[in-house]
């Protein structure tokens, strides 16, 4: 079995950026699967599907297409081939990919195709139910978080320098609302299994975070 070290976290713990340092300096590839369930939501909106239509997400999931390539900058992510990477990171799609990731007909997919892909090659994999059901198995657990207000900090600064409006209570509502969906589904909700080590980052910089999770990798594949 190729190395697989499985990452949760909610939302704005900065999963995306630390997992993507931590596997180039392990020289092994990362998998977003956020990514994949918001390229399904994009694709909801943009077709006018009700979010909150459990049939309707389902159905739509199941036709799409949904691929990863991994290139010198970073994943991309396709629907039906089509790279929607520099589509799925505004906060309406984020909504939609926590609202249609609360259907297991949709989860049921996306979990088959990343278990696919992290039997191929050594992946650390990040998203919400990676350690319970994407990679019970997987040799390193980790849950990544942060205080919802130092989270939400962090959003605000990496929004304001994109150069958008919201203003940081705006953002802090958005992620307890996004915490709170996906905290609190029926199925594989997010929560730290048993086995998986917390990694609480809230006095931790981005360095120390990678540092401290390298060291636990090490410790655990020694
Ligand atoms: O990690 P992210 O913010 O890009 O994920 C977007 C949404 O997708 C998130 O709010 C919940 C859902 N998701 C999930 O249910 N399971 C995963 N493995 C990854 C993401």
Not at 40 to 61: H, K, P
Not at 158 to 176: H, I, P, R
Request: glycine content about 6%; charged content about 25%; proline content about 4%.
């Amino acid at each position: 079995m190729p190395l697989n070290i499985a990452m949760d976290g909610p939302v704005g713990a900065g999963k995306s950026s630390i997992a993507a340092e931590v596997a180039r300096r392990l020289g092994i590839l990362h998998l977003d699967t956020g990514a994949m369930y918001r390229a399904i939501g994009l694709t909801a909106l943009r077709r006018g599907v009700d979010v909150a239509d459990e049939a309707a997400a389902v159905a739509l999931s199941k036709e799409l297409d949904i691929s990863v390539a991994h290139e010198p900058d970073g994943q991309h992510t396709f629907v039906n081939g089509e790279d929607v990477t520099g589509l799925i990171r505004t906060p309406e799609v984020s909504m939609a990919a926590s609202s249609i990731s609360k259907y297991l007909g949709v989860r049921q997919g996306m979990v088959a195709l990343q278990q696919k892909l992290a039997a191929q090659t050594p992946m650390l994999v990040d998203g919400r139910d990676i350690c319970l059901r994407v990679l019970p198995n997987a040799t390193v657990k980790l849950y990544l978080t942060a205080s919802a207000e130092e989270r939400a900090r962090r959003r605000w600064l990496e929004m304001q320098q994109k150069g958008a409006s919201d203003t940081y209570e705006q953002v802090l509502e958005d992620l307890k609302k996004r915490d709170d969906q996906d905290m609190n589904r029926e199925v594989d909700p997010l929560r730290p299994t048993e086995d998986a080590v917390i990694v609480d980052s809230t006095e931790m910089n981005f360095e120390q975070v990678v540092e401290y999770i390298l060291a636990i990798v090490k410790e655990k594949t020694a």
